[in-house]
């Protein structure tokens, strides 16, 4: 009987994580959160002359956290949700087609990092998480 409840635990706790991803995917604000760290991030790793400000990005991703956590989800449904390789793949695609929206490439590190010049220059949300070596 006790296997019995560890499984109908396991069905439950599994059903809820995949209750949570899928709405964590329909929360637009903080997707958009994301594509901004994803692509600060992968800026920072494709140019030497770029680092990250990693106080002002770990407050940013803390603020993240903060704003799923106050909607009802739980630490361990959004480190699901931001681990699954296929919400991964999906966020790739976005940050990807946010650099071509910019006239970069992500397998183009100059043209990485002149749009990481740009975003700092503009002091948009990205550029504030970067910053020149």
């Given at each position: 009987m006790?296997w019995?409840s560890?499984?109908?635990?396991s069905?439950?706790?599994?059903?809820s994580?995949?209750?949570?991803?899928a709405?964590?995917?329909?929360?637009?604000?903080?997707?958009q959160?994301?594509?901004?760290?994803?692509?600060?991030?992968?800026?920072?790793?494709?140019?030497?002359?770029?680092?990250?400000?990693?106080?002002k990005?770990?407050?940013?991703?803390n603020?993240?956290?903060?704003?799923?956590?106050?909607?009802?989800?739980?630490?361990?449904?959004?480190?699901?949700?931001?681990?699954?390789?296929?919400?991964?793949?999906?966020?790739?695609?976005?940050?990807?087609?946010?650099?071509?929206?910019?006239?970069?490439?992500?397998?183009?590190?100059?043209?990485?990092?002149?749009?990481?010049?740009a975003?700092?220059?503009?002091?948009?949300?990205?550029?504030?998480?970067?910053?020149?070596?």
């Open positions: 006790k019995v560890s499984i109908v635990l069905a439950v706790i599994a059903v994580a995949g209750s949570a991803q709405g964590l995917a329909d929360e637009q604000d903080i997707n959160r994301l594509l901004v760290v994803a692509a600060a991030d992968k800026i920072r790793r494709a140019c030497d002359g770029i680092g990250a400000r990693l106080f990005a770990r407050s940013y991703i603020q993240t956290k903060d704003l799923a956590a106050d909607r009802g989800y739980s630490d361990a449904d959004i480190d699901a949700y931001i681990n699954d390789k296929a919400e991964k793949a999906k966020m790739r695609e976005r940050r990807n087609a946010y650099f071509k929206s910019k006239g970069a490439s992500n397998l183009d590190a100059q043209s990485l990092c002149v749009l990481g010049q975003e700092m220059s503009q002091g948009t949300q990205i550029g504030q998480l970067l910053r020149a070596k």
